[in-house]
T-cell receptor, first 116, second 113 residues
Framework: AQSVTQLGSHVSVSEGALVLLRCNYS??????LFWYVQYPNQGLQLLLK??????LVKGINGFEAEFKKSETSFHLTKPSAHMSDAAEYFC??????????????FGQGTILTVHP | DGGITQSPKYLFRKEGQNVTLSCEQN?????MYWYRQDPGQGLRLIYY???????QKGDIAEGYSVSREKKESFPLTVTSAQKNPTAFYLC????????????FGPGTRLTVL
């Protein structure tokens, strides 16, 4: 079985401040990890993903995430928040094998608010 | 211009009526998915299909049905057996494989009165 926990349903930062959105996963086999962003009443858009290789992954809009196997974490960061970053962010996991192959399991989401 | 379309954007139905949500993709993807989104619960998988004429139940399939007669289309029917159908429904598609990105449609917001 696989699961995802996003710590903090709401995160608020000032424009220009560091953004840190936390994601911890549980998986019995090596995971594939994803971060998606959703703007109000829209679908989801991929920010970045980790499958194999380099554990620090860079995505769109200046976001990056680091896969830490020992901590079962995949936290999303951005050095300097912009007003346009305000949205809901979802962490998701799937597996390279087993019964969960190809099926994404999503976290509960974190709503990011950016203050001027 | 490739992508996924869902229609309608907003849908209202009376309790006890079946309703079908449309999902079409022109990305030539083999796999398609239906998710339900409720506030604070993330996305939950309803059904998915890896190939035409085949589909699998997801985590919350009760009260829903699907068909996959064409590669491009994966309609979802919300039946009267679904006890709490009011939600935001998202369709997605991808190339089949665990490391492949899922592309999402804009969603349909269903309200059952």
């Amino acid at each position: 079985a696989q699961s995802v926990t996003q710590l903090g349903s709401h995160v608020s930062v000032s424009e220009g401040a560091l953004v840190l959105l936390r994601c911890n996963y549980s998986s019995s086999v090596p995971p594939y990890l994803f971060w998606y962003v959703q703007y109000p009443n829209q679908g989801l858009q991929l920010l970045l993903k980790y499958t194999t290789g380099a554990t620090l992954v860079k995505g769109i809009n200046g976001f990056e995430a680091e896969f830490k196997k020992s901590e079962t974490s995949f936290h999303l960061t951005k050095p300097s928040a912009h007003m346009s970053d305000a949205a809901e962010y979802f962490c998701a996991v799937t597996n390279a094998g087993g019964t969960s192959y190809g099926k994404l399991t999503f976290g509960q989401g974190t709503i990011l608010t950016v203050h001027p | 211009d490739g992508g996924i379309t869902q229609s309608p954007k907003y849908l209202f139905r009376k309790e006890g009526q079946n309703v079908t949500l449309s999902c079409e993709q022109n990305l030539n993807h083999d796999a398609m998915y239906w998710y339900r989104q409720d506030p604070g619960q993330g996305l939950r998988l309803i059904y998915y299909s890896q190939i035409v004429n085949d589909f699998q139940k997801g985590d919350i399939a009760e009260g829903y049905s699907v068909s996959r007669e064409k590669k491009e289309s994966f309609p979802l029917t919300v039946t009267s057996a679904q006890k709490n159908p009011t939600a935001f429904y998202l369709c997605a598609s991808s190339r089949w494989g665990a490391d492949n990105e899922q592309f999402f449609g804009p969603g349909t917001r269903l309200t059952v009165l």
